[in-house]
């Protein structure tokens, strides 16, 4: 079997891994002759390069990857296509789903297990991390995956082994951005949501549209939703069913007022499941954070928050809980200008001191223009390397508390390592 992969976005480079991992052949293409390659699974040996002008071609035995143009009749070729969920919507991919090659219309084993999607602005991973220990220690076997900006390795992933293996139930973590997407790939039968929160503006533009986009995809389905959540009535209008939750109150490891919201999400999902409430109250009671989502690390004096809190609703709930002396923040990228709304945050906290590292990219001077504008008076830092933030780590090590997080998930979960070691030595 042989696939089209078009767009090398984080979904187009976790589809074109999961692929070739999977024994297909592939042909791939993006128009970008800049797009960024790193994490594509290209071997070294037996490739070659074949330059024209600007654009470019690496062919292997069982690849073709196209930068800077695309060959429609490799496209034609092949037996199936996965495209960028951001194509969604467009002509192409109407062109696609109407000749039937989309990989989840080629590929439908999936389409027969029992699905539960989870989406929301924060707390989607966490959430359904918790639910998946849940069912397996209920004896189900679940396959989980999805939103590959999550950590998972992406929508067309989940297709593929499904169509390998056998599971009774598939868990998939819904980007908000590619909801219309989601909703063609997988038949869901309950859905739940975490939050709605200020983040990917740069694509829904406002609340209103995010909500839209929400009504659209509870459409007759079965929906779980917090007791107080907003827009509450036009997503039950929306619904064939919603079911409310509440915060758990269970003994939970994991930190925050926000993870009793993602808990007690997991269990209103399990308890309509008939999941037995012994079962969810020890796996809810045994839960560890998820790597680069928030936990707690003592060194020293001081304890450590570290935890991916790219945009302002997740950093001010943390910042809630506790009093932080230093407050580190990984920067994103250039182009997602909304997401310097979490400096704003953090300004408004009046930490004595600021250090900006690294998240998604290194984009300190915007960063440090933001604060500028907003006149914070306190101490700021630039740490370049990881051993540069573990160094202003140990000299906050006797206050009470430091914050780390901000965008970038590969560096923050690095950051924890480095400082579940430091504290594991020391404490």
């Given at each position: ?86 194509m ?9 789903v ?29 959430t ?55 909703n ?6 309950i ?22 986009s ?5 459409k ?10 907003d ?12 079911i ?26 399990a308890i ?88 998604l ?62 504290s594991?030595?020391?404490?």
């Amino acid at each position: 079997m042989r696939a089209a992969v078009i767009g090398l976005g984080v979904e187009g480079k976790k589809a074109f891994n999961s692929l070739i991992n999977h024994g297909w052949d592939v042909y791939a293409s993006d128009l970008n002759v800049n797009v960024d390659l790193s994490g594509l699974d290209i071997p070294k040996l037996d490739m070659e390069l074949i330059k024209r002008g600007d654009s470019f071609s690496f062919i292997s035995s069982n690849f073709v990857l196209d930068i800077g143009f695309t060959n429609p009749d490799e496209i034609d070729d092949c037996d199936a296509i996965a495209i960028s969920p951001s194509m969604w919507g467009g002509s192409f991919a109407s062109k696609i789903v109407e000749n039937g090659k989309l990989l989840c219309d080629v590929l439908t084993k999936h389409r027969d297990l029992f699905t539960i999607g989870i989406t929301g602005t924060n707390g989607k991973t966490t959430t359904v991390h918790m639910l998946k220990e849940i069912l397996e220690n209920a004896g189900k076997k679940v396959l989980v995956g999805g939103n590959g900006g999550g950590g998972f390795e992406g929508y067309y992933d989940l297709i593929l082994e499904a169509n390998e293996k056998d599971y009774d139930i598939l868990l998939v973590e819904v980007c908000d951005m590619t909801l219309d997407f989601a909703n063609y790939c997988f038949d869901f039968d309950i859905v739940g949501l975490t939050n709605m929160g200020n983040d990917h503006m740069d694509v829904h533009k406002t609340v209103a549209n995010y909500k839209n986009s929400l009504v659209r995809f509870f459409k007759d389905k079965n929906i779980v939703i917090a007791y107080n959540q907003d827009f509450k009535a036009d997503f039950i209008d929306s619904a064939s069913n919603s079911i409310p939750y509440f915060e758990s109150q269970e003994e939970l490891q994991v930190f925050g007022e926000f993870n009793r919201c993602n808990a007690g999400l997991a269990t209103a999902i399990a308890i309509e499941l008939k999941i037995k409430k012994n079962i969810i109250k020890e796996s809810l009671n045994n839960f560890k954070a998820v790597a680069g989502r928030l936990d707690v690390y003592p060194l020293n004096d001081s304890l450590i928050y570290i935890g991916k809190t790219d945009n302002s609703d997740a950093l001010a709930s943390v910042l809630a809980e506790n009093n932080f002396y230093a407050i580190f923040i990984g920067t994103p990228r250039p182009h997602e200008k909304h997401r310097l709304d979490i400096l704003d945050e953090v300004v408004k906290y009046n930490p004595e001191v600021i250090v900006l590292f690294p998240g998604l990219d290194d984009n300190f001077e915007v960063a440090k223009y933001r604060l500028n504008s907003l006149n914070y008076e306190g101490r700021v830092e630039i740490a370049t390397s990881l051993d540069e933030i573990i160094a202003l780590v140990a000299e906050f090590s006797h206050e009470e508390a430091m914050l780390i997080g901000g965008n970038g998930q590969d560096v923050i979960i690095d950051i924890q390592e480095r400082i579940r070691l430091l504290s594991q030595n020391c404490n």
